[in-house]
């Protein structure tokens, strides 16, 4: 949806205190001063969420921000008036409005009413936007994201889009996903577009997460890079500056250490030039002086840094080290209180006070830090202090009793310690700061905060302090406050909420849309440099705490008998939650796209299910929320609604559907569609809804002649945002887990099985559809080498090495880990997160490695045999770990992955070997879809090897694009195998963001125990070699070798309906989440209507609504190009030439493609998809468009691809 200018006149409102004052002067009273005047009504019309931001920076800023006031109080006292029988744009425009004057409760209720009452919310993308920007501001992460992906796939050429690329970068990065934050960052980077932040503050961002990622040489030449742009901003050169002393300091930099230091202080001191108020420049100042044993020199710049920023726990704790290096622990007692007092949560701090302490023999104070120390979430090596711990313990229980009580105390107790003078004094100065952060920092084990000593580096990119990134933990999604629940102050003081909702704080204000500052935090302090002109002081704290879902439904639903609506009861609206575990979400992705909006649900269940959606009612809310087996769209904000997502696809009935009228005449009043007229309709300045598609109603019966002409001239008004030109359908959603659940004993189901005794057995055709039956989510093929007797030694390491023994293997270097289980690197607590580094090898030092920890084990297990001793019979010799702490350090080995097995010329018998296999498993085979695609996809139409040694794991995933998976265990060892049906991977999805995972991109080894909890059913079953197991369309798996073995492994697309539903599903699903599709459906699928005759009505509609959909685009593009005096020229494609992404966003580009001048001119052909294009260069004059496809060759595909009769009924 597009955002209209601001038609604001000066002179409009030059004249508005007098015409306010003439209106009292006649005498009208209080309703005269709410009404709207109709050139006021023209200056809000085009007023929206994308205004945010922005409207300070005009000139008229200040007399706006009156009108909108105005405005609110008009639109509250007409629904008041109307009892809340008011179009729900209502709600919609007074959360943009009330957004924009930053009250940002009351926006969150009137966009969440709006909610409650648009069916087609999805459609208003100011909407999203809006209501992403208050998640955003409540740090409320994971909404936030959610809705502006929303966004930008329901409008790629939103007007902000290049705010939401930003936040989604700095939100990536505070969640530790640096790949997607990277994207974001340069997606931002490219947009021509107006932005609260320059070009160079962007490049700064990017270059801090290089440094964040610890690529410490691309960070550095980031830096550099940014110093070399002329009349760079002091602020930002300062920042640079600032950056590159700290790196040359602590950061692992080739070179002298000496040499490192003194470029350090130079960067620092001319940091210090550029911004001499920089406290944390003269911190890293002091602890470079420090560390080259200039004390009085650091104690000036620590000094200075006080005085700058006073409130530094990692400066007081700096103090304190070097007081205790000089011999003087009152002083240096001292500092680490002041420390620990500014951050109770300084893991370092409390750890240097315990080694004080300790050192003046005083272990019972020391063991007291040492426990606050391991309490805090920035602490490292918990492990260690627990140990410490213990030994002191150990110790004060072996002394004499009264020992240490007529001992005299060279320190004064913690306890005495807290009112030491400085201290107290620091306490005062501190009282009102306190109080403000009371509520966030009230348990301070809970803050989040650097290490000091020794150094961690934690930087997050962002400008938020510590404090309000402590709800960012891992459990939670999104962030939420540990502490007493808070809730909207309502003027009605009696509408509670009655069923323990928990909402947001009225008076919570949080500076997150700061983030256009740049903030440098590091370990020792967070660092805000503002390039704003306003910054907000107060505290964000996080969102309510998770919320179900039948409580939201409740809460929304009232009566309109206790007017609802009413504007003393809008902040009282709690914030529906976005848990995907609480909203029936969609299985089949139906989505609106330049690219590919096309397969409609109903082709593949409408026949065997009923439709299932949700009842959009206010007052009604139902007590049981069945599952459906359909596929549902679910809301950005909550899951209190759903609607089917496409048309039925039969002959006489399936028609392209448009949303052509701004309103259909209904309108939605307390959970009943009335006509408009028995609604209260007030014309207060509302801008009509825009339409958004044009009406064309074309079926997939339809001829390309009616095609294209429903579609012609759609573009002769310019180019359009892509969106236009397709259906609208909702983004697509997750799945919720199946209802009802399974009980306890299904959760270990027995895994499909076949034995096979002999050739036959593997060709028998009822062995085919066994295993693309979606009811199972694997089979294994027991005995299969031995039936077809294939000669597996082939792939043996011994033979590969033979072959080609320089061939790269990827190498992914892991932690051994106990049995089924996954710790973190302490040992203290099993964790999602999994360590796989990546390096890459030979095949010869592979088979070295492998070797090697064979001998290597053999060796452990005869000296485990010499020192066997006995045990007596009441001693457990279980080795269950399930709870139990793991012994840390583990073991490091390595697997080797990804070993391309797709040169015909190197690997001649190999490949002839698997053409003995069932032609549905081979890697090449007229029933493979994958086998259409016309080129080379390493790993997916071609064979992949892994080499593994014990421990080797390949961690969860779904296949790409939910495609199947073939994998034969060439042996000698064991492969154990963990498998979870397709329709669960929503909830596995939920685990992973509540873990601070991506699902498509991290690495992640799932909790049994959590998956048990979650009523999810786990596959598990061992794969000897010769055995072969597949994996079915979407299933979810994750993988370990028992002992040292190969494996082999490659993908198969069976020409059957559901997989060609789930490949379009995870297509879209990838296009939401930016991240490339492996497998280019368009491609595919034009590719198949040239090759294949489908007689499966439900595949064929399938994907003659994809070409439909494609062919309508490209038409109308082309059109919209010429009509735009743009040339299309001609450069058609070669065979075996793969399918083009956009560089930009990673899109597939089909047919048209938008290329450089530049590379078109040195026919490097670098592509970008046409959002791409026009936001690095709006009216498209730095490029040329290339067509690939002759419009008549694409309508003759079009009309040829027709169903093919069955064999059924051709017999």
């Not at 459990?475 to 509408?495: C, E, M, S």
Request: glycine share 4%; net charge neutral; charged share 20%.
């Amino acid at each position: 949806m597009k955002s209209y200018g601001l038609p604001f006149t000066t002179a409009f409102l030059g004249n508005e205190e007098e015409k306010m004052a003439a209106k009292k002067a006649r005498g009208e009273g209080e309703e005269g001063s709410f009404s709207l005047t109709v050139e006021e009504k023209k200056a809000l019309c085009g007023l929206d969420s994308s205004f945010f931001g922005f409207l300070s920076r005009c000139k008229e800023g200040a007399k706006m921000k009156t009108l909108l006031n105005k405005a609110i109080r008009c639109y509250e006292s007409l629904i008041v008036k109307a009892e809340g029988k008011v179009e729900s744009e209502f709600f919609c425009q007074l959360g943009h409005f009330n957004l924009l004057l930053e009250d940002y409760s009351k926006a969150l209720s009137s966009y969440q009413r709006y909610y409650s009452l648009q069916t087609d919310y999805w459609k208003n993308a100011a909407f999203l936007y809006g209501l992403g920007l208050v998640y955003f501001y409540y740090n409320a992460f994971q909404w936030a994201i959610r809705a502006f992906q929303e966004v930008l796939y329901v409008d790629p050429n939103f007007c902000r889009a290049k705010e939401i690329h930003l936040r989604l970068g700095f939100m990536f990065k505070v969640n530790t996903d640096y790949e997607s934050s990277l994207k974001h960052f340069q997606l931002a980077l490219i947009d021509c577009n107006v932005c609260t932040l320059s070009s160079v503050e962007i490049q700064f961002h990017i270059a801090h997460l290089y440094e964040t990622q610890r690529k410490y040489h691309s960070a550095k030449a980031a830096y550099e890079q940014l110093l070399q742009i002329e009349s760079l901003p002091s602020q930002v050169k300062a920042a640079v500056l600032q950056q590159l002393g700290w790196m040359h300091h602590n950061m692992d930099l080739v070179g002298d250490k000496t040499i490192k230091e003194r470029y350090a202080i130079q960067y620092l001191q001319k940091s210090l030039e550029e911004d001499p108020n920089s406290g944390q420049s003269w911190y890293f100042l002091g602890r470079c002086y420090s560390c080259v044993g200039k004390i009085q020199d650091a104690f000036v710049s620590y000094r200075q840094s006080i005085d700058k920023s006073e409130a530094s726990a990692d400066t007081w704790c700096s103090i304190g080290v070097l007081y205790q290096q000089q011999n003087q622990p009152m002083d240096a007692l001292q500092a680490y209180i002041c420390a620990v007092q500014l951050d109770h949560g300084h893991a370092a701090a409390w750890m240097d006070l315990g080694i004080l302490y300790e050192s003046c023999n005083q272990p019972q104070d020391a063991i007291k830090c040492y426990l606050n120390a391991t309490r805090s979430k920035s602490c490292s090596n918990t492990s260690a202090l627990i140990s410490r711990i213990k030994f002191l313990q150990a110790q004060l229980y072996n002394l004499p009793q009264n020992s240490l009580q007529n001992k005299t105390k060279l320190l004064p107790s913690i306890e005495e310690a807290w009112s030491l003078p400085i201290p107290a004094e620091l306490t005062s100065r501190q009282g009102a700061m306190n109080t403000a952060q009371q509520n966030v920092s009230d348990s301070w084990n809970s803050v989040q905060t650097a290490s000091h000593y020794p150094v961690q580096q934690k930087l997050y990119a962002q400008c938020f302090t510590t404090q309000k990134l402590q709800s960012l933990g891992k459990d939670q999604k999104p962030p939420f406050q540990t502490g007493p629940t808070r809730y909207l102050q309502a003027a009605n003081t009696n509408n509670q909420n009655q069923n323990g909702t928990h909402t947001l704080p009225q008076n919570l204000k949080g500076d997150a849309q700061n983030y256009y500052s740049l903030h440098i935090p590091t370990s020792e302090e967070q660092k805000i440099i503002n390039f704003t002109k306003e910054r907000k002081d107060s505290r964000s704290k996080p969102l309510s705490s998770k919320t179900s879902r039948q409580d939201i439904d409740t809460d929304i639903c009232v009566s309109a008998k206790e007017h609802s609506n009413h504007i003393h009861q809008i902040s009282s609206v709690p914030i529906s939650t976005l848990n995907n575990e609480d909203s029936v979400s969609p299985n089949l992705t139906i989505v609106d796209n330049p690219q590919l909006s096309v397969f409609v649900e109903e082709a593949i269940d409408n026949v065997d299910h009923d439709t299932g959606t949700c009842d959009k009612v206010n007052n009604v809310h139902p007590a049981i929320h069945k599952k459906s087996d359909n596929l549902t769209a679910s809301s950005p904000s909550s899951a209190s609604s759903t609607e089917t997502l496409s048309p039925k696809l039969t002959e006489q009935t399936h028609i392209v559907t448009s949303f052509t009228s701004p309103h259909s005449g209904l309108h939605t009043t307390n959970g009943e569609h009335k006509n408009s007229e028995s609604s209260v309709s007030v014309n207060v300045g509302l801008r009509p809804r825009p339409q958004i598609i044009p009406s064309m109603s074309v079926s997939i019966y339809s001829s390309s002649t009616e095609v294209l002409k429903a579609c012609r001239n759609l573009g002769k008004n310019g180019l359009s945002d892509g969106h236009i030109l397709l259906d609208i359908c909702p983004p697509p959603r997750p799945p919720t887990s199946p209802y009802p659940p399974l009980p306890k004993e299904k959760l270990n189901p027995p895994t499909p099985s076949i034995y096979l005794e002999n050739k036959r057995d593997a060709f028998f055709p009822p062995l085919h559809q066994f295993c693309i039956n979606p009811k199972n989510p694997v089979t294994v093929i027991r005995g299969l080498a031995g039936a077809l007797k294939l000669d597996l030694g082939l792939f043996s390491t011994k033979t590969l090495v033979e072959v080609n023994n320089e061939h790269i293997v990827e190498v992914r270097t892991q932690l051994l880990q106990p049995a089924d289980e996954n710790w973190d690197p302490s040992g203290t607590k099993k964790i999602w997160r999994y360590e796989n580094k990546c390096s890459h090898t030979t095949i010869a030092k592979y088979a070295q490695y492998q070797a090697c920890s064979f001998q290597e084990s053999l060796r452990e297990e005869t000296a485990r045999r010499t020192q066997v001793k006995d045990y007596s019979d009441n001693e457990s010799t279980c080795s269950d770990t399930s709870g139990r702490r793991q012994k840390a350090p583990f073991k490091t080995i390595k697997c080797g992955i990804n070993i391309d097995l797709s040169d015909n010329k190197k690997w001649k018998l190999q490949l002839h070997e698997l053409t003995k296999l069932p032609a549905f498993v081979r890697v090449v085979s007229a029933g493979n879809l994958l086998s259409h695609v016309g080129y080379t996809i390493l790993g997916m139409n071609s064979v992949q090897l892994c080499m593994k040694v014990p421990g080797s794991r390949i961690p969860g995933h779904q296949e790409n694009n939910n495609f199947c998976s073939v994998n034969i265990n060439i042996g000698p060892g064991d492969c154990e195998w963990f498998v979870v049906p397709e329709d669960y991977w929503g909830v596995l999805n939920d685990f992973c963001e509540k873990n601070n995972l991506n699902f498509l991109m991290s690495s992640w080894w799932p909790n049994l125990e959590d998956l048990y909890e979650a009523n999810v059913p786990v596959y598990r079953f061992i794969q000897r070699p010769g055995d072969l197991v597949w994996i079915n369309a979407g299933t979810v798996h994750w993988v370990q070798a028992i002992g040292w073995c190969n494996n082999i492994t490659w993908n198969v697309g069976p020409l059957t309906a559901f997989q060609y539903k789930l490949a379009v599903e995870r297509y879209e699903w990838n296009k939401l989440q930016s991240i490339k599709s492996v497998v280019p459906m368009v491609h595919l699928s034009w590719n198949m209507a040239r090759n294949i005759k489908v007689s499966d009505p439900k595949l064929f509609e399938m994907i003659k609504y994809c070409l439909l959909k494609i062919l309508k685009q490209c038409q109308t593009l082309r059109e919209a190009l010429v009509a735009a005096g743009k040339e299309v020229l001609w450069h058609g494609r070669i065979n075996d030439e793969p399918a083009p992404y956009c560089s930009i966003c990673e899109v597939e580009v089909f047919n048209l493609l938008f290329v450089t001048n530049e590379s078109n001119s040195e026919k490097t052909y670098i592509v970008h998809c046409q959002n791409c294009a026009r936001k690095t260069s709006g009216n498209l004059e730095n490029f040329v468009v290339l067509e690939q496809y002759k419009m008549d060759d694409l309508i003759q595909v079009y009309d040829q691809f027709t169903l093919a009769p069955s064999l059924s009924s051709a017999s």
